[in-house]
């Protein structure tokens, strides 16, 4: 993998590589001439994972192509992957691959299919006269595409005289027989992959596209796309000037015509045009769906976030066909029934663990959702293990457990009890958090949000008046500091009287007056709410204060950016997922209360920034949905069940 700055995406491509590839691999990095934060960071990588090679080009002549030589040199496997540092690769793209390229041994080069990657493009070739980036549809990750592709491909491994070099696979053979690239005439990058499929063609190899493989390509920063456009079409001329522009152009026309792929192409257009059909494509295609059992401990009064997303996300799955359900301990199910309104449909009770193991019989997943449940997991392991366990890591749990020491023993404990657990967690900060304190890999899932819940008041917000404040206040959760809370709040209303209204909301008032005996705080409290009633309040709200001393997630300040308030939340912790800090939302260090009152006057100061923020919020909190949430989960489990147990997808015929 060749790096030239343009963090994010090599953030995103390594964090893919090391999370979703399912064949032991080298990788190596070549950093060719990054700024120091770039470096810093390869460095970093590099240390913390033996099996990365970082190879410095610090001095010029820099260059991709060079860059991706010195790579392919010190390579050593008989596939070699140069792949680009904007990708996002996907579940069983590298086992995929080589399945196809040991298929035949006359293929020499190979390469998968992608969003943007001229005639590997699905499921569109272009957009006018331009090369189609294939933006996925906002229920829709890359992992989801490529489950779509996988269950609709037909495995037919089209021949191309030229496969893109976005993730471009080589054969040993082929370096063996013609070398490597020619650096000579494209140093920068661009045509260098044209160059060498043509030679390895004249060479007699076959050049394959694995039509069941699917990388994301978000597009080179390294360069604009003007300066692109000017390397692409000056190399592109060096290209037929070095060999037969006759042939070559010929060639060229080969490929605008072939129609391998159209009918897969059709397939996928037809499957990602609509959640149905993607659900169709995914869950429903020629083999039953998976059964998936969330196990919860208990549930609190009003529930939490946590409990609020596996509800989310298991009616998510239901609606897509899948046999999903909670399965909760019965004494704590008539807060369900407070707390949800088809309660009786989404979950399941159980009397005891042996209950348990007898109500999940059916069960393909069965995924723990609290350190406390686990061990339910576990007894359920005990009696048979033809099933996928599970552990939906809601937040770094031996931080709530502090208090109490075996509590803490058995948190600390939990992400290991059940040999084989599959760890999934919605924020990179949690997967990290537990994959860096016990070393084990944790899977990243997309954060679900209630699109049709959390929507601004049809009534808008006045354009004067108070500004209007809520926060939700919690004794029960220490770490959500409602004393804290309510002492910035108080101060804040005491500072601007007439200009500001503060709400509270998330206990009862028995609770609320054992922390705090302000009359301003206690007389506009309105207790625990069910979910509708706090989509109305912050339908109604500018801003939404977040005083934890961190959040895993931060369910309800995304909840609030999709109702159109501006969030006040902790630089500390998952909110990095969504948040942006100036643009859609203000991090504040929630320790220090006269900074968290600071950047609440600073709202109340200045209206237009507000209403920036505002617009800015709900943009992003768009990006959300139930359906992507459940998607991304079903799919985890999925691929994952498919690789323990040799699970058969049957693939529908895409002959039309």
């Known amino acids: 993998m060749c790096v030239h700055n343009a963090l994010e995406d090599v953030r995103r491509c390594l964090w893919s590589l090391t999370s979703k590839s399912d064949l032991p691999f080298r990788l190596i990095v070549v950093n060719d001439g990054s700024d120091e934060p770039t470096t810093r960071y390869l460095e970093a990588v590099a240390a913390a994972h033996p099996e990365i090679t970082l190879i410095h080009n610090a001095q010029p002549p820099h260059g991709y192509t060079i860059a991706a030589n010195l790579g392919m040199r010190a390579a050593q496997g008989d596939y070699v992957v140069v792949l680009n540092s904007d990708t996002i690769v996907t579940f ?57 592709i996988s269950h609709l491909s037909p495995r037919r491994r089209p021949r191309l005289p030229f496969v893109n070099g976005f993730c471009y696979v ?15 005439r494209f140093a920068s990058g661009y045509s260098e992959e044209n160059d060498f499929s043509y030679r390895a063609g004249k ?15 978000a597009k080179s920063k390294s360069f604009t796309p003007e300066g692109r456009n ?17 042939e070559i152009e010929e060639m060229v026309r080969g490929m605008e015509a072939n129609t391998a792929l159209a009918p897969l192409r059709a397939a996928v257009s037809d499957a990602i045009g609509s959640p149905t059909g993607t659900a169709g494509a995914i869950v429903h295609t020629g083999v039953d ?11 609190g009064d009003g529930g939490s976030g946590g409990s609020h997303s596996i509800y989310q996300e298991v009616s998510g799955m239901r609606r897509l066909g899948v046999d999903a359900r909670i399965a909760l301990v019965e004494k704590a199910f008539p807060r369900a029934q407070a707390a949800y309104d088809d309660a009786a449909e989404v979950f399941q009770t159980f009397s005891d663990v042996d209950d348990l193991v007898e109500k999940t019989r059916d069960a393909d997943v069965i995924s723990a959702t609290h350190f406390k449940s686990v061990a339910m997991v576990a007894a359920v ?19 709530f457990a502090a208090s109490d020491p075996q509590d803490v023993e058995e948190a600390i404990a939990s992400y290991t009890a059940v040999p084989g657990t599959l760890l999934f967690a919605k924020t990179h900060w949690l997967c990290n958090v537990v994959s860096q304190i016990h070393g084990l890999p944790v899977a990243k899932v997309e954060p679900s949000l209630d699109e049709e819940l959390y929507v601004p008041s049809p009534h808008g917000r006045p354009g004067d008046g108070p500004v209007r404040v809520v926060a939700m206040v919690r004794p029960r959760t220490p770490r959500r500091q409602p004393h804290g809370t309510v002492r910035v709040l108080d101060r804040l209303q005491q500072r601007f009287p007439d200009e500001v209204e503060v709400t509270t909301f998330g206990c009862h008032d028995a609770e609320l007056a054992k922390i705090t005996e302000s009359s301003l705080i206690r007389a506009r409290h309105l207790g625990l709410l069910k979910r509708d009633r706090v ?40 909110v990095w997922e969504f948040a942006r800090d100036g643009e859609n939302m203000l991090a504040t260090d929630t320790l220090d209360e006269d900074a968290a009152l600071a950047a609440l006057v600073s709202l109340v100061g200045d209206r237009d920034r507000l209403r920036s923020f505002q617009t800015q919020a709900r943009a992003t909190a768009s990006r959300y949905s139930i359906m992507r949430a459940a998607l991304s989960e079903y799919v985890l489990f999925e691929s994952e069940h498919a690789r323990r147990f040799g699970r058969e997808l049957r693939r529908a015929s895409v002959t039309r």
């Open 92 to 148: 069983g793209w590298l086992q995929r691959i080589v399945d196809a390229g040991e298929e035949n041994e006359r293929v020499g080069i190979l390469g998968p299919l992608s969003n943007a990657a001229s005639h590997q493009s699905v499921p569109r070739l272009r957009d006018g006269g331009a090369w189609s980036t294939n933006p996925l549809p906002e229920w829709l990750t890359p992992d989801g595409m490529a489950a779509v």
């Open 170 to 184: 080589v054969k040993r053979a082929v370096f063996d027989a013609i070398g490597y690239f020619d650096e000579e």
């Open 203 to 217: 060479a007699g190899f076959e050049l394959a596209v694995v039509d069941d493989a699917y990388v994301y390509h």
């Open 230 to 246: 000017v390397h692409a079409k000056r190399n592109y001329q060096i290209f037929l000037d070095k060999h037969d522009r006759e």
């Open 289 to 299: 769906p998976l059964t998936v059992v969330f196990v919860l401990p208990g549930l």
């Open 381 to 399: 392991r005990e009696a048979r293990d033809d099933f996928l366990p599970a552990y939906y890591i809601q937040d770094y749990e031996p931080f």
């Open 535 to 574: 989509a109305s309040l912050l339908g109604r709200s500018d801003v939404f204060l977040d005083l934890s001393m961190y959040q895993a997630f931060g369910r309800t300040a995304l909840e609030a950016m999709a109702c159109g308030a501006t969030v006040v939340a902790p630089r500390l912790g998952g």
